[in-house]
């Protein structure tokens, strides 16, 4: 596999239901992050991690709980989330070192919850 | 308010024709990339700016960064319908910023 690939790709879940977003990246990369892209707003970053170090969290609940164990893998630990949490959940990686921000995503991870 | 303002926000033109979108804001950018994100996909990176002035050719594509570093557009000349998606600009305020700002996004559709 290449790139950056995120599963799963659509998840339905209720209010009270504890659920994983996964992405892994096979680009070398070691920055990684969490975007929201929901309808009629510009894309929101959530989580930055700068080899495996959180470097960014932008005011976001705590029913969202990122993790990454290492420079590849990312996840985003969801519970007791809210109909407005709706949205598509982007993940990115990044070089860290002299880079000009360049973000390669994966395809997104549609979340609804009832 | 948005840092950065793209428009227009719809854009529906017939395929050949040419048009151009904008993103605009009152902050300096280091650089700036245009994505483009097609439905059920994650957004994808065209082109990287770096130099106010600058002028980068992608086939029909052709983006500029505003001298002053505030600005960019994008032109794409004789539309097909796989332009169709949602072309976003985003903008670093530094270098090595691992926070980039993302534009409103310009939805294209192109006609057949």
């Known amino acids: 596999e290449t790139g950056v690939t995120q599963t799963p790709r659509h998840l339905v879940m209720g209010m009270t239901n504890k659920k994983s977003l996964k992405c892994e990246q096979h680009l070398g990369h070691n920055a990684m992050y969490w975007y929201k892209q929901s309808a009629k707003k510009p894309l929101e970053l959530m989580f930055v991690?700068?080899?495996?170090?959180?470097?960014e969290n932008n005011s976001v609940p705590s029913r969202f709980s990122p993790e990454c164990p290492n420079s590849s893998h990312l996840f985003l630990h969801l519970h007791t989330l809210q109909p407005e949490d709706s949205a598509l959940y982007l993940c990115?990686?990044?070089?860290?070192?002299?880079?000009?921000?360049?973000?390669?995503f994966g395809e997104g991870s549609r979340l609804t919850v009832l | 308010t948005q840092l950065l303002e793209q428009s227009p926000q719809f854009l529906s033109i017939q395929e050949g024709e040419n048009l151009t979108v904008y993103c605009n804001s009152s902050s300096v950018f280091s650089s700036l990339q245009w994505y483009r994100q097609e439905p059920g996909e994650g957004p994808v990176l065209l082109v990287t700016v770096v130099t106010g002035g600058e002028v980068k050719k992608l086939k029909r594509l052709t983006f500029q960064f505003g001298d002053a570093r505030k600005d960019s557009s994008l032109h794409i000349t004789a539309a097909q319908t796989g332009d169709t998606g949602l072309y976003l600009c985003?903008?670093?305020?530094?270098?090595?910023?691992?926070?980039?700002?993302f534009g409103t996004g310009t939805r294209l559709t192109i006609i057949p």
């Open positions: 985003a903008g670093a305020l530094s270098f090595g910023n691992e926070k980039l700002t």
């Open positions: 990115a990686s990044s070089q860290k070192e002299g880079n000009t921000g360049e973000l390669f």
């Open positions: 991690y700068n080899f495996k170090e959180q470097t």
